[in-house]
């Protein structure tokens, strides 16, 4: 255990140290030892899984015995699922796309065709699936693959038009070939094109079946070489499918059409179907529809088939959604799709294509979604999916992750939020059921927040590696929704999505919930187990403006003070009546907007269900023709009462439970005279226009009174305005627009003066740091943007005994300030007298924008913020229930030591560029660190992790760091992404335990694992995907089939493919590479070597037991086989002389 002695440190580190340290705070004030439990072998870096939906897929397949569906990705990604909670994420190294997918029926295993013209098999039969083998194609490009069932012969069609055949078990190529030239009519001299389809008759495992993308189709007799039928169309084909008894197949084509053909019928389909398009009356051929891109043929015992086909639409439904058509005798349903249709399997009873087929249910891939229809029950409901799989329903903006929260916190939200399911969804299991869960020990509840563009809020259950939503929260709800295009409000500062959360604070114990929106917005909620109707949406509105007056005359144009607003007599702000803008709002004839907000607060009842209940909403308003600042930083504290938020203007306190504004400062003013840069005033105007109904909160002016308004000032309405400042901010002419997607190449300009433009700037989850038109070269140094806050009870001022209610401040030009907080008695008192609001100074100065603030108390224990444990806000208003639930958690502080020492508390701060430990109340810098020099921080957090607590940081180069605290030693940096894009930047979280998480694309969460003690574990918490399950017994061909034939006749294709029947392949043709996966978790992927060495230990013990049981048993055998030999010699004696008759 390393310990640090604070002394030496100071001694000896005074170049580190913050500018002047005072002298004598040297010796007696730091005496003393801070342990620090936590080392760098307690760290290791590794994914742990991935959940959402695959993004972009190309194509599917499922294993009707093991139960297990394979989706595979555009960018060479394998995702794989079995029962809910069991799942898989593969990656193929050449990162191509996966062009097709064939499971190995109840063998544990996969192969894929990538668009690079490669062919792998994976082993399923590990935790993480890993590739066996690949075979890479020189000279062909695949087009499509099959593999029968039971069979070790895969076939391979290529673009131009050849068949070859690979044997799966060794992954080499036959020499047997079927070439275009042959399968055709020597009369043909066009070029078929692609193959596009092959599957070998269900009866007769001889023939096969090839189908050309021209519109030819051949039955090939493997045995003879030759063709036997060739089936000529003058439509190209998408698609093949057999008729289980092999005496009829399907093709699907580009017109539109179906053609169905019996075998031996080859001049012209014995049926032509166009299931959409529109039957003249005269005879003649209906109109051309879309293509058919697939179709399956699918029969029952009881019934008619089922024919089901994606595309086929006619041309003229424009705007229509894409369909999957189901056929099912005369009855033919059309079933919409909210994305296009990129592949679907019909999961059918049996896995033999020679028996009735008893299809059950559709599995349909689409581009964002996975739907699974069932098809036994009348109207073909859809199953309710149990994957997490909406994460993108709308994409996400934020995120925030919690590891360890309270215990009753997932079963409260899965509660409201079970109540909020849709209701018609199939009665029966889901089908995709295999696979077995891990045996986790991992036991502490973890929830994830997501904020989305349509302003919804979703909470995960993410304990041990599982995702499962647990509630919605919808906060455009508290809004005016706009109808259409020109309804919408002049006022809005971004094109798409207003109601789109940018920031995120949420308290676990107290269950408050504070969002910032896009549209300078910030929403409280509290959390209720019961429905309330809100009659009126509380509302208050703040005036926030960055104003550098003119040098010469302060007093000038600047600032006025308006009369006094008359508090109306209405008894509570309920009762009154949403004000209107006229009053106060000035949208002259000119056209300017000033003092109106973004969006309108709806001013209807609002009914609100059991879950997130809002309790008030804030918002910035139009400032002379300026449109607000989108928020940057926000914070809410539950056991003072407040909620802070900042932007580039400056930071607003607000009082939630007196619905008050307690401050409203631009950043200049808080530094008050103390301020160290040389601003320049904003560009000179020719005319300032004189700024009415302004009130001064000015830092030296104020009086308490102004500051803190009381409960009597809410009364008069139930909006409030606060203004600070005076004339407008520099002109913003065109509209903010916010990506949907968070474009990776998004480029975003910094707030730091140094660096100019970066292309990622995240500074504590803005959604873009949009400084756009309004930040010019002459005061770029004056836009001093609010980046974090920290509540903490603490010594504000170097002279303070005592710990104090404060508020933390970080800039992006790295300073850190102190509010002090005087807040009244709790109870009663808390809501009738004001809290006293003061700023006290600037405190400390880093490189580059704060990030990330924490305190630690005198033996380096976290110290959490204050919070108040949750109550049930709806009780009755003397309720058992509202007293009991009013406590408070108090802030630790370990009275043995802050007796004997002078320093109490140290103070965590990280910038994007360093990270500092400074003593309390002294403010002596006693640690420094350079986290980087080239790049910069994205994201900080001071995290529990097992026996100690560290820093963890994430930069921009990918780089991911822990720091030990207090000391400030590197424990772990690994380069874990090369290139960060924006999303990555954006939803990049650390929590405690040694967790974080990352967007890794629009639709899916990367989880990751910082922790040893965790990836030790990650293999038994894993989920198994192959289970040994029996494979049904064969279909019986019964006694006239079996005496007279016509059952489904079997192939030695050994004989044929083999290298004795078939020869060897070209060697040029394609090229072997042995895959890395054949021991399971290969590379470490997370078992750990000591277990290794254990496990392998525990099986020679084994070895050696039950090598010396089969010695024993080998003696004993041998005993008795001599005494066997004894017994016969003596019968043999006994016998040797007697006759017959005399025995």
């Known amino acids: ?125 590990q935790k993480r699936p890993a590739v ?167 029969t029952t015992r009881a019934g008619e088939p089922y024919m089901i086909l994606s595309g086929g639409l006619s041309y003229d439904t424009v705007g229509r959604r894409p369909c999957l058509t189901v056929m099912h005798g005369k009855s033919t349903a059309v079933l919409e799709m909210d994305y296009p249709i990129v592949d679907f399997l019909t999961l059918c009873e049996t896995p033999y294509p020679n028996d009735f087929q008893e299809p059950y249910a559709v599995v349909v891939l689409l581009e964002k979604d996975l739907v699974v229809i069932d098809l036994a029950q009348n109207g073909y409901p859809i199953f309710e999916n149990p994957y997490p799989l909406t994460i993108h329903e709308s994409p996400v903006t934020c995120c925030e992750y919690v590891a360890d929260c309270p215990v009753d916190l997932i079963p409260a939200l899965y509660s409201v939020g079970s109540r909020q399911k849709r209701q018609g969804y199939s009665k029966k299991e889901w089908p995709v059921s295999g696979g077995n869960w891990g045996q986790g020990t991992q ?133 009154s009546g949403p004000q209107t803008h006229h009053s106060t709002s000035s949208n002259s004839s000119d056209g300017i907007r000033d003092n109106v907000p973004c969006l309108k607060v709806r001013n209807s009842p609002l009914k609100q269900s059991p879950g997130y209940q809002v309790e008030l909403v804030v918002q910035l308003v139009w400032v002379s023709g300026e449109p607000p600042q989108q928020i940057s930083s926000l914070a809410i504290n539950s056991s003072y009462g407040l909620v802070v938020f900042g932007n580039t203007n400056g930071l607003a306190v607000v009082d939630y439970l007196q619905k008050t504004v307690l401050l409203n400062l631009s950043t200049v003013e808080l530094y008050g005279s103390n301020d160290p840069y040389q601003r320049q005033p904003r560009s000179p105007r020719k005319s300032r226009q004189p700024s009415g109904g302004l009130c001064d909160i000015n830092e030296g002016s104020a009086t308490s009174e102004d500051r803190c308004k009381s409960p009597t000032s809410v009364l008069m309405s139930n909006h409030q305005q606060f203004y600070n400042g005076g004339g407008r901010g520099a002109r913003m002419s065109r509209k903010l627009s916010l990506p949907t997607e968070l474009k990776p190449d998004l480029v975003l300009l910094s707030v730091c003066p140094p660096r100019g433009a970066v292309p990622l700037d995240n500074r504590d989850n803005s959604f873009s740091r949009s400084r756009s038109s309004s930040v010019t070269s002459i005061d770029k140094e004056a836009r001093e943007a609010i980046t974090s806050f920290y509540f903490c009870e603490t010594y504000s001022r170097k002279t303070d005994s005592t710990l104090t209610p404060a508020l933390w401040v970080g800039t992006s030009l790295g300073t850190v300030l102190s509010i002090s907080l005087s807040m009244p008695p709790a109870g009663e008192q808390r809501l009738l007298q004001p809290v006293i609001v003061s700023p006290s100074g600037t405190l400390i100065r880093l490189k580059g924008s704060i990030i990330r603030m924490a305190f630690l108390d005198a033996t380096g224990s976290l110290l959490p913020p204050a919070s108040e444990l949750w109550y049930e806000p709806n009780a009755p208003a003397n309720g058992e229930e509202r007293e009991r639930g009013r406590k408070r958690r108090p802030v630790s502080v370990s009275p043995s030591t802050s007796q004997e020492l002078n320093e109490h508390q140290y103070a965590v701060v990280c910038s994007e560029k360093q990270a500092k430990v400074i003593a309390l109340p002294s403010q002596n810098c006693i640690f420094k660190h350079n986290i980087t020099e080239t790049s910069f921080v994205l994201r900080a957090d001071v995290v529990q992790s097992g026996s100690g607590i560290c820093l963890t940081c994430f930069c921009a180069n990918g780089h991911i760091m822990t720091l030990s605290l207090p000391g400030l030693r590197p424990l772990l940096d690994v380069n874990y992404l090369p290139l960060t894009d924006m999303r990555i930047a954006r939803t990049f979280c650390f929590t405690n335990l040694g967790q974080a998480m990352y967007l890794c694309s629009p639709t899916e969460i990367q989880r990751i694992t910082y922790s040893q003690d965790v990836c030790e574990n990650l293999q038994e918490m894993l989920g198994e995907l192959f289970t040994p399950v029996e494979t049904p017994e064969a279909p019986n061909r019964g006694f006239f089939k079996g005496l007279f034939g016509g059952g489904a006749q079997s192939l030695d294709r050994e004989e044929l493919f083999g290298e004795s029947g078939a020869g060897k392949a070209s060697r040029s043709l394609a090229q072997h590479i042995p895959g890395p996966g054949g021991i399971e978790g290969m590379k470490g992927a997370a078992s750990g070597i000591v277990g290794d060495l254990a496990r392998a230990r525990i099986a020679l013990d084994e070895r050696g037991q039950k090598l010396s049981e089969v010695e024993e048993k080998t003696a004993a055998m041998m005993a008795s086989a001599d005494s066997f030999s004894k017994h016969a010699h003596e019968m043999m004696l006994k016998c040797k002389d007697k006759k017959w008759y005399q025995f």
Not at 37 to 51: A, D, G, M, N, P
Not at 450 to 459: E, N, P, Q, R
Not at 528 to 551: A, P
Request: net charge neutral; aromatic share 8%; with cysteine.
């Open 443 to 575: 036991s502490y509840p973890e929830i994830i927040i997501t904020g989305h563009a349509d302003g919804s809020v979703k909470f995960w259950d993410a304990s041990a590696i599982m995702l499962q939503v647990l509630y919605k929260l919808k906060t455009a709800k508290v809004f005016e929704k706009a109808r259409s295009k020109e309804e919408k409000p002049s006022t809005e500062i971004v094109d798409e999505d207003p109601f789109a959360i940018q920031l995120m604070s949420w308290c676990p114990d107290s269950r408050m919930l504070c969002v910032a929106g896009v549209s300078a917005h910030v929403i409280i909620y509290r959390f209720s187990k019961q429905e309330i109707t809100t009659e009126v949406v509380q509302l208050l509105e703040v005036r926030l403006q960055y104003e550098l007056n003119d040098l010469d005359s302060p007093e000038g144009g600047g600032y006025q003070t308006p009369a006094p607003p008359t508090p109306s007599t209405s008894p509570s702000p309920q009762t």
């Open 132 to 298: 066996l083998h690949s075979l890479k194609f020189n000279r062909e490009r695949i087009t499509f693959c099959h593999l029968p069932f039971q069979s070790k012969w895969l076939y391979i069609g290529t673009e131009r038009g050849n068949i070859h055949i690979v044997n799966v078990e060794s992954f080499t190529l036959s020499g047997y070939t079927i070439m275009w030239n042959k399968a055709i009519e020597l009369s043909s001299k066009a070029h078929p094109g692609p193959v596009v389809h092959i599957s070998d008759n269900p009866m007769d495992e001889g023939k096969l079946i090839i189908g050309f993308e021209s519109g030819i189709v051949v039955l090939w007799d493997l045995k003879s070489k030759k063709a036997d039928y060739r089936y000529t169309y003058d439509e190209a084909i998408h698609s093949v499918a057999w008729h289980h008894e092999g005496k009829q197949f399907i093709c699907s084509h580009s017109d539109g059409t179906l053609t169905i053909w019996n075998i031996k019928s080859p001049a012209k389909p014995a049926q032509t179907i166009t299931p959409h398009g529109k039957q003249p009356k005269d005879g003649k051929k209906p109109e051309p529809c879309k293509p058919i891109l697939k179709v399956e043929y699918k």
């Open 1 to 125: 255990m390393k310990k640090f002695n604070i002394r030496k440190v100071l001694d000896g580190l005074t170049a580190v140290s913050s500018p002047s340290p005072s002298p004598q705070s040297g010796a007696k004030e730091n005496d003393f030892i801070i342990p620090e439990t936590i080392q760098s072998e307690h760290f290791q870096l590794c994914k742990t899984v991935r959940h959402g939906f695959p993004y972009q897929p190309s194509s599917m397949a499922f294993d009707p015995v093991q139960k297990i569906l394979a989706i595979g990705t555009q960018s060479g990604a394998l995702r794989l699922f079995g029962r809910p909670g069991v799942e898989c994420y593969c990656q193929h190294e050449s990162g191509a796309a996966v062009i097709q997918l064939q499971f190995l029926i109840n063998e544990g295993a996969l192969v894929s065709a990538l668009a690079d013209d490669s062919v792998h098999l994976w082993n399923l039969r």
